[in-house]
């Protein structure tokens, strides 16, 4: 895939089998950084690789939150033991719309006026928000 991430879809379009997506992350040549998107393990884990991971679960008009958010502006806010799955993408749509329900998307409605900055061109809770959130949700 050129160091670009992807999804099933898109490696299926690729004329990847399913099987052959697990395969390559059995054998530690992909990661799935976030749940759904594999990108090769050749490819360094920064700002850039990641928001182009969330380029593929965010959907239109909502912004990264929670411990997304954090993951994104360089904060890794999960717990530190072995993770057995890969994280959610956590996001937040304005007031008055419908939550996300997707696979691999946990969506919350909330108000965003003034919270939400971009971030490697993603609609990410600003900082501050970010931090009260986590605070604020985390168990």
Known sequence: ???RPFDRVQARDAGLLRDDVT????AGKVR???????V???????????????KL??????AV?????????G??????????????????????????RR?????YVAPLEGDVVLVGGIPTTAPRRTAVDVLRWLP
């Open 1 to 3: 895939m050129d160091g």
């Open 75 to 100: 904060v890794d806010g999960l717990s530190p033991g072995p993770r057995v799955e890969p994280p959610l993408v956590e996001c937040v749509v304005p007031l008055g719309r419908q939550p996300v």
């Open 65 to 73: 939150c929670r411990l997304t958010a954090a993951w994104l502006l």
């Open 23 to 26: 395969r390559l992350l059995a």
């Open 57 to 62: 679960r965010l959907p239109e008009g909502a």
């Open 40 to 54: 090769d393990v050749e490819v360094p884990d920064d700002l850039a690789s990641r928001a182009a991971c969330l």
């Open 103 to 107: 696979p691999g998307v946990r969506g």
């Open 32 to 38: 799935q950084p976030i749940r759904g998107v594999y």
